[in-house]
């Protein structure tokens, strides 16, 4: 039983590549997440999603698109990157109260 | 606008010492009040919450106390340790709500 998964671990992209980063959890959570984390500013969420094929906007949802094709993963998808991305970012998953989450993604945006 | 507003956001404490952490809300529809421990490198992990039905609750050296009127609640770590040494989140959601609404986090440092 792994929890909650995120691949990669580290990503340096210039401004204007594009990545995706995937989320993965194995306890058949309905309920996922996408926080980003900086300093100062505690964990914003920027998406999430309240089952397979859905998807909704959080704080700060400008610049990312999700997908959640299948209830295990939830993708993170950045199309332009820009240096105020530079960030690290958290997927989480629940099924009643509490929130699970990964062990984050770290973002550098040169 | 956040939400749920945390105070101090560092805070130094000798081991053995006390640390308090403190967090104010104004959704009154919030009735749900977790704290997330998070160390360097990793994700957070809930350490403890609490509903509005009781003031206090107790797990192990980890207490959360709470006043509805206030609208506030805190943490307090009793007999402080190097280990404790980690970034403190309150949080708070409603229950309709899907998501939690996370304060700005307080560092804490346990000096030997």
């Known amino acids: 039983n792994a929890g909650v998964t995120q691949t990669p671990k580290f990503r340096v992209l210039k401004t204007g590549q594009s990545m995706t980063l995937l989320c993965a959890q194995d306890?058949?959570?309905?309920?996922m997440y996408w926080y980003r984390q900086d300093p100062g500013m505690g964990l914003r969420l920027i998406h999430y999603?309240?089952?397979?094929?859905?998807?909704a906007k959080g704080e700060v949802p400008d610049g990312y698109n999700v997908s959640r094709l299948k209830k295990q993963n939830f993708l993170l998808g950045l199309e332009s990157a820009a240096p105020s991305q530079t960030s690290v970012y958290f997927c989480?998953?629940?099924?009643?109260?509490?929130?699970?989450f990964g062990p984050g993604t770290r973002l550098t945006v040169t | 606008q956040q939400q749920v507003k945390q105070s101090p956001q560092s805070l130094i404490v000798q081991k053995g010492g006390i640390s308090i952490i403190n967090c104010a809300y104004e959704?009154?529809?919030?009735?749900?009040f977790p704290w997330y421990q998070q160390f360097p490198g990793k994700g957070p992990a809930l350490l403890i919450a609490?509903?509005?039905?009781?003031s206090e609750k107790k797990e192990g050296r980890f207490t959360i106390s709470f006043n509805k009127s206030a609208k506030q609640f805190s943490l307090h770590i009793m007999d402080s340790q190097p280990g404790d040494s980690a970034t403190y989140f309150c949080?708070?959601?409603?229950?309709?709500?899907?998501?939690?609404?996370f304060g700005a986090g307080t560092t804490v440092t346990v000096r030997a």
């Open positions: 609490i509903r509005p039905d009781v």
């Open positions: 989480a998953s629940k099924e009643y109260s509490e929130q699970y």
């Open positions: 999603s309240v089952g397979e094929g859905t998807t």
């Open positions: 959704n009154t529809a919030f009735d749900y």
């Open positions: 949080a708070a959601s409603g229950t309709n709500d899907y998501k939690l609404s």
């Open positions: 306890m058949n959570h309905e309920y």
